[in-house]
């Protein structure tokens, strides 16, 4: 099966600052990638599909890119409610497996 | 509007069964697949498996095969999750999510929290 790794596993950084969080495949999986957001004691919701699609009604601050192995989530202005844990997974054939997720808090 | 409506909280001793219901309204059902995510408490995301409302294929995940199975019914719409033989680390928020052919889970119901204790 197909691991996904993200790194790194939580980040501290400044309202406005940009953030950039990475997911890497074991085996090439093309754009077969999604993000989602998953903010303390709620449902996880879907940021990003086809690893650069943003899903209708997400704020334009947000960003995917990659294919292959190597996908990135990139936050331009940090926001205090982007606090939030952020998931990839990977949906190109089972099982969809979902990477260990990126805890991003505000300093 | 798409809704994803799951049954409540649970409380099951160790090698009991729970099962898990997901009431879809807002979409054609048959038109989608189901897919089961559960979070253990602090933990991430797992993905338990899937079931298509189409024709009742499924997909599990390897860890939980022989002790899941996921069904549905078409004429309410509901997909169910039933997890066999509980110990205490299937302690988790269940989640189902709507999963249409090549594309991710998109909407995902409220969760249902099992907990396994003696």
């Known amino acids: 099966d197909i691991q996904m790794t993200q790194s790194p596993s939580s980040l501290s950084a400044y309202v406005g600052d940009r953030v950039t969080m990475t997911c890497r495949a074991s085996q090439g999986i093309s754009n077969y990638l999604a993000w989602y957001q998953q903010k303390p004691g709620k449902v996880p919701k879907l940021l990003i599909y086809?690893?650069?699609t943003l899903q209708s009604g997400v704020p334009s601050r947000f960003s995917g890119s990659g294919s292959g192995t190597d996908f990135t989530l990139t936050i331009s202005s940090l926001q205090p409610e982007d606090v939030a844990s952020y998931y990839c997974?990977?949906?190109?054939?089972?099982?969809?497996?979902f990477g260990g997720g990126t805890k991003v808090e505000i300093k | 509007q798409v809704q994803l409506v799951q049954s409540g909280a649970d409380v099951k001793k160790p090698g009991a069964s729970v099962k898990v219901s997901c009431k879809a309204s807002?979409?054609?059902?048959?038109?989608?697949?189901i897919s089961w995510v559960r979070q253990a408490p602090g933990q991430g995301l797992e993905w338990m498996g899937w079931?298509?409302?189409?024709?009742?294929?499924?997909k599990y995940a390897q860890r939980l095969q022989g002790r899941v199975t996921m069904t549905t019914d078409t004429s309410t719409s509901t997909a169910y999750m039933e997890l066999r033989s509980l110990v205490s680390d299937d302690t988790a928020v269940y989640y189902c999510a709507r999963k249409a052919t090549g594309q991710p889970p998109d909407y995902w119901g409220q969760g249902t929290l099992v907990t396994v204790s003696s």
């Open positions: 086809a690893a650069s």
């Open positions: 079931i298509s409302a189409y024709n009742g294929d499924t």
């Open positions: 807002g979409f054609t059902f048959t038109s989608y697949g």
């Open positions: 997974q990977k949906y190109n054939s089972a099982p969809l497996t």
